[in-house]
């Protein structure tokens, strides 16, 4: 690119954020003071440079990825259940634990399967914390002893695994018997298209570590954002701003932010074009004002981080093809799902860190 061309999209690009601010997208009322999501840094750790506490040691996620996928190929081998789906369902609990801080308390071990007291000792067991095989089966409860040692600890992997699977066993290891078994154990028509988006990834790319973000535009790319989440929308009643607008020229390169699903594609009155992923941290990213997509995507797609979805445009705000209301930008924007209900949180803490680790990669 030469001078003069670099110049003139700095200019286009600060002409844009300065006329962004006082155009429909948002009002003149300040940005809302507002917390960051308080469960990020549970997703910042699960990458392959971190670290993480198993028990009583802190172990590199990349040690951890292998064990964990030992125990489940293991569980796997005994269950005839595919890791894929174990795996898959480990994922779903964890992110359900780290969404409900307050109702569900981490694992130690490296296996995120949750049960409460009473699930796992049984409803009228006078003692909660009951490892005992015989008077966890007397009282309804549903821990098992997967390790052989004679007693059902919540604490113990293989014991974890071995309860959700014989709960799965009840009705058979097909992948439509494993969808019954998953519909009838989670009651929840959410937690299975999770779980199943789940060991769609695993399936294709066949490891756990699929943690790695990138920004949303390319690193060459002449862009400017700011926090602008929670401030007052002025175009289609009163709302707030859930996420972070990325001003760049009229058809820059949109990317995946992550590993995930396509799970929305087409259009939205608000957002225009827009696209939507699931990660395996159980997040929707969402993508809106996109000029267009690429056309090899569709909706059930398998996606992965800096992979190009679409181009920067300024779809939306009226009926399908409206165009030009507002300078061209990206609204991204982050949602969390507790396996009942979803709301959005601040992208912009993640998008500055998914920066930065796009500048440390290409060093």
């Known amino acids: 690119m030469n ?18 601010i006082q155009s429909p997208i948002y009002t003149a009322s300040a940005t809302r003071e507002v917390a960051d999501d308080p469960v990020q840094s549970a997703e910042s750790a699960e990458s392959a440079e971190s670290t993480e506490s198993v028990g009583a040691e802190v172990k590199p996620m990349a040690a951890i990825y292998a064990e964990r996928r030992a125990l489940l190929e293991q569980a796997s081998q005994a269950t005839g259940i595919p890791w894929t789906t174990l795996a898959a369902i480990d994922q779903y609990e964890r992110s359900i634990t780290v969404a409900n801080p307050k109702k569900r308390t981490p694992s130690k071990g490296l296996i995120g399967i949750y049960y409460s007291d009473q699930e796992w000792a049984g ?6 914390q009951d490892t005992d095989i015989r008077s966890i089966a007397i009282f309804g409860g549903k821990g098992r002893d997967g390790s052989g040692d004679g007693v059902a600890d919540r604490g113990n992997d293989l014991d974890l695994l071995s309860t959700m699977a014989s709960r799965l066993l009840g009705v058979g290891t097909s992948p439509d018997k494993l969808r019954k078994a998953l519909s009838s154990y989670y009651r929840n028509a959410r937690a299975v298209e999770r779980i199943e988006q789940f060991i769609k990834l695993y399936e294709n790319f066949d490891r756990l ?23 007052n929308r002025s175009w289609g009643g009163a709302r707030m701003h859930e996420g972070t607008d990325l001003f760049a020229g009229h058809g820059s390169p949109v ?27 159980n997040v ?6 996109l000029s267009g997509y690429d056309k090899s995507i569709k909706q059930g797609d398998i996606v992965q981080p800096g992979q190009v979805l679409g181009w920067v445009g300024s779809s939306g705000y009226g009926k399908p093809g409206t165009q030009g209301k507002f300078p061209p930008h990206l609204h991204f924007g982050l949602y969390r799902d ?13 998008l ?11 060093k």
């Open 3 to 20: 001078i003069a061309r670099w110049l003139k999209l700095c200019i286009v690009a600060s002409i844009s954020l300065v006329l962004a």
């Open 123 to 128: 409803m009228l067991n006078p003692n909660p």
């Open 209 to 231: 570590d699929l943690h790695e973000h990138a920004f949303p535009l390319p690193r060459r790319s002449i862009y400017s954002y700011r926090s602008t989440w929670g401030a």
């Open 255 to 281: 990317r995946s932010t992550c590993y995930g699903i396509v799970e929305v594609k087409g259009w939205n009155n608000y957002g225009g074009w827009r696209i939507g992923l699931r990660d395996l941290n």
């Open 284 to 289: 929707y990213h969402y993508y809106a004002h």
């Open 338 to 350: 507790n396996g009942k209900t979803e709301w959005s949180f601040d992208p912009y803490p993640s």
């Open 352 to 362: 500055r860190r998914w920066e930065q680790e796009d500048r440390q990669r290409s």
